[in-house]
């Protein structure tokens, strides 16, 4: 016997006396009791009290403090979950999706329809972080005019609240260009993996003075153009410290040492959602070995449904002897 939550008995004292609750005017009493059971519902939410929301004054705060600015990518539903409940400040929606969940060789890859697809999924769950989605390449530029096309997609359509594109000063118009339309603009120097074919590969940047001058001089170039913040990738320590002091927006360092204002990693990366045996860069640190865990679970489901262990007894549902037996009756008479 299944005991009603309070809610749903109050459903159904209501549909009893002929009087049907708002919020199910439309929908039959069955269909609100069978959703209980469905193996398709949605993941919900943390039961934890929900945290104020981070917004770019929330951001400002934690650098003005000299608080470290908390960042992790997310690609769908339940990575932004888990990331959200777990404190994050930013999410972000990262190219890197291409990748580590779309099996892509690089992040050139990806189209503007599955950066949306996924910002939207990313969306759905992120209730406290700032989100914010890569603009993918090819769809910010040719001019400032298709930039900004493409961020108001992915605010309107992806529901993120700020987005990322890579470059330095070659980008200063178009970053202007988003960031006075109202739309925050997070950058991204140093390594940029968009444009790794013409830097010779995923290599480290600024590992000479005249890199080191162009790193920052592309810095304060998107400072300048209203980004209110900027990836660092891939950069020697002291030089990313270096930097972080000469601007007045926090720096997100991705392999730049500890000197930035906030860290991002790749959530798969970190968490060890990825088989043995796979490239890492340096500068990643694997809290977690997600993957061994997954494929324990799914190993022994395997095995309890060739020794017909699962499902035992209590992953069944019951009905009454007398039904049952009427039905037996029923089948061995037709």
């Avoid at 009087?19 to 059971?37: D, K």
């Avoid at 406290?128 to 096309?149: H, K, N, S, W």
């Avoid at 140093?190 to 005249?210: A, H, I, M, Y």
């Avoid at 990693?265 to 997954?294: A, C, H, I």
Wanted: with cysteine.
């Amino acid at each position: 016997m299944y005991l009603l939550p309070s809610s749903t008995a109050r459903t159904c004292f209501s549909l009893c006396r002929g009087t049907r609750p708002t919020a199910l005017a439309a929908r039959p009493l069955f269909s609100a009791l069978q959703t209980r059971h469905s193996s398709h519902s949605p993941l919900g939410t943390p039961s934890a009290q929900p945290r104020k929301k981070v917004t770019l004054g929330s951001l400002r705060s934690l650098y003005k403090k000299g608080e470290p600015i908390t960042m992790i990518t997310a690609h769908d539903f339940p990575s932004a979950h888990v990331a959200d409940a777990a404190g994050m400040d930013i999410i972000l929606v990262g190219d890197s999706l291409a990748m580590v969940a779309l099996g892509m060789e690089d992040t050139s890859e990806v189209l503007l329809e599955e950066m949306l697809l996924h910002c939207r999924s990313v969306a759905r769950a992120t209730k406290g972080a700032f989100t914010v989605g890569d603009l993918p390449m090819g769809t910010y530029e040719i001019a400032p005019e298709q930039a900004l096309e493409t961020a108001i997609r992915f605010i309107k359509e992806g529901r993120v609240q700020g987005v990322k594109l890579e470059g330095g000063k070659e980008m200063f118009s178009t970053i202007k260009k988003i960031t006075t339309a109202g739309i925050p603009v997070l950058g991204h120097v140093g390594l940029t993996p968009q444009r790794q074919n013409s830097l010779g590969g995923f290599r480290v940047q600024g590992k000479t003075s005249s890199g080191a001058l162009k790193l920052l001089e592309d810095a304060l170039a998107v400072q300048e153009a209203g980004c209110f913040a900027v990836v660092l990738e891939a950069v020697p320590a002291e030089v990313a410290s270096i930097v972080t002091k000469k601007l007045s927006i926090p720096t997100i360092g991705i392999g730049a040492g500890n000197g930035c204002s906030g860290q991002v990693l790749v959530q798969v990366d970190m968490t060890g959602n990825f088989p043995p045996g796979r490239f890492l860069p340096k500068f990643v640190k694997k809290y977690g070995d997600v993957w061994s865990e997954s494929l324990r679970a799914i190993e022994t489901y395997r095995d309890e449904v060739k020794s017909r262990q699962y499902p035992a007894s209590e992953h069944t549902y019951p009905i009454a002897k007398e039904e049952l037996d009427a039905f037996v009756q029923s089948v061995e008479q037709s």
